[in-house]
T-cell receptor
């Protein structure tokens, strides 16, 4: 059973470009969470999605950031017009259906560098 | 908003010494989870505590959930170099079901 997959593992973008981060949850998992981790800091919740629904996006910046989890395919975190402050590790986690409050399984992360 | 703090931020121990990290929430938690993140790696789930006053053990690791369900601790007995990493607590509380991570404690173990 493959774990949570994220790609790319490393992404370099120039200021003003778009970044697309993909996350495939574990098989059978329908809850996806995105977190951002700045160097030497903790994990900051960004958004919680279920298939085709955004459940909680209270941690998402109001501008430039969006997330989706379509019926088919991976979840996508999209950052438009990236700035240097967006440089961070972005982790995706998944959990099984009807298991809010249970452990989350993390992917290896995408390390975004904005030059 | 809900905040989860951990102390200390950083702990350096000699191999064989014990280590404890403490986790405090500003609100009552329905459960507390602990994760370990190795340098350059991703968080890995260790354990979940649900009941007030609950204590769980995993080999050299002992986890405790406070009576008021607002604090927790992780104790490692006789640390080893493989214990190196950042330990995060994470709790669910308040009006939402999202997991709020603590600030983390970075453990360094000198052989």
């Amino acid at each position: 059973n493959a774990g949570v997959m994220q790609n790319p593992r490393h992404l370099v973008r120039r200021r003003g470009q778009e970044a697309r981060l993909r996350c495939s949850p574990m098989k059978g998992h329908s809850h996806v969470y995105w977190y951002r981790q700045l160097p030497e800091e903790g994990l900051k919740f960004m958004v919680y999605l279920q298939k085709e629904n955004i459940i909680d996006e209270s941690g998402m910046p109001k501008e430039r950031f969006s997330a989706e989890f379509p019926k088919e395919g991976p979840s996508i975190l999209r950052i438009q017009q990236v700035v240097r402050g967006d440089s961070a590790a972005y982790f995706c986690a998944s959990s099984p259906p009807d298991h809010e409050g249970y452990e989350q399984y993390f992917g290896p992360g995408t390390r975004l560098t904005v030059t | 908003g809900q905040q989860v703090m951990q102390i200390p931020q950083y702990q350096h121990v000699q191999e064989g010494e014990d280590f404890t990290t403490y986790c405090n929430s500003s609100t009552t938690l329905s459960n507390i989870q602990w994760y370990k993140q190795r340098p350059g790696g991703h968080p890995v789930f260790l354990i979940q505590l649900v009941k007030s006053g609950e204590v769980k053990k995993q080999k050299r690791l002992t986890f405790q959930f406070g009576e008021a369900k607002k604090n927790s601790s992780l104790h490692i007995t006789a640390t080893q170099t493989t214990d190196v990493g950042t330990y995060f607590c994470a709790g669910i509380g308040g009006a939402t079901n999202k997991l709020i991570f603590g600030t983390g404690t970075l453990l360094a173990v000198q052989p």
